[in-house]
């Protein structure tokens, strides 16, 4: 069989193991999708929304009605595989995706217009919560739904720990001010699975001086540390909201 660029594009999902449970590829004589699932959960735990997939026609009219899979389930014992399968796609058709853990997806081939490379997982999560995935005759297309300035703009990074469910936290580097800024806090926790130590943040200096050093509990709230209007209050407030910073320093996330 020839391939054209969609041909090229593999979707994964994979597990809280890192082994993969769905595979979506493309046809583009059939115009179907060639989907591969395994008998295994992604994990375990009870959080129905772990992965979700929805896709659209150019116009916004949903094309598959959004599909949700529970951690804990088997994906090959799904309808929503079925439902997958009965899909016949066409250009400019579009793909909207979750996964809980978007380190966990990627996206093999070429992906056109990309913040990032998705052939090794997610590392910015917001470019997996905010994108749609374009079907084109030259393969994928991201298109992103909220524009660069949301994410990094006058010098401004925005970053934060992911949960199942949504950021527990969301902090912005600004360098003009240089300055960390809570801008979002939720009552989510970090891993409510982990009653331990999960997420560590530590602000080195470029002597080498710990600055300050957060650790935080899979079962904490993040609204309980971090808040977006009250500022830090010295070396033990695990609240990062107007901790300063001078360049050279190194941010350690774990």
Known sequence: MIKNGIDKNEIIFNGTDNQERIRIGFNHQTQKLDITA???????????????IAIYKQNGTLKVNKLY??????????????????????????????????NRFSIIGNVTDERENYTDGVQNPENLLNVKFEITKSGLKSIYTNPDEN????????????????FPFK?????????????????????????????????IGSD???????????????????STTNSNNGENDRNWNNV???????LYLA
């Open 208 to 226: 080498g001086h710990i600055k300050k050093r957060t650790e935080f509990n899979g079962r904490e709230e993040g609204s309980t540390y971090m």
């Open 69 to 102: 899979f529970n951690v804990n389930e088997n994906p090959n014992n799904s309808e929503n595989i079925n439902k997958l399968k009965n899909y016949t796609f066409e250009y400019g058709d579009y793909f909207e995706i979750y996964h809980g853990h978007p």
């Open 171 to 203: 902090i912005q580097i600004d360098f003009e001010q240089k300055m960390f800024k809570v801008v979002d806090a939720t009552k989510t926790m970090v891993l409510s699975d982990r009653n331990e130590v999960v997420y560590k943040m530590v602000l």
């Open 244 to 250: 300063p910073f001078e360049y050279n320093d190194c």
């Open 151 to 166: 994410n990094i703009t006058n010098n401004k990074v925005v970053f934060g720990p992911v949960a199942p469910e949504k």
């Open 38 to 52: 395994q008998n295994r959960p992604f994990g375990e735990g009870n959080v129905w929304d772990y992965v979700t």
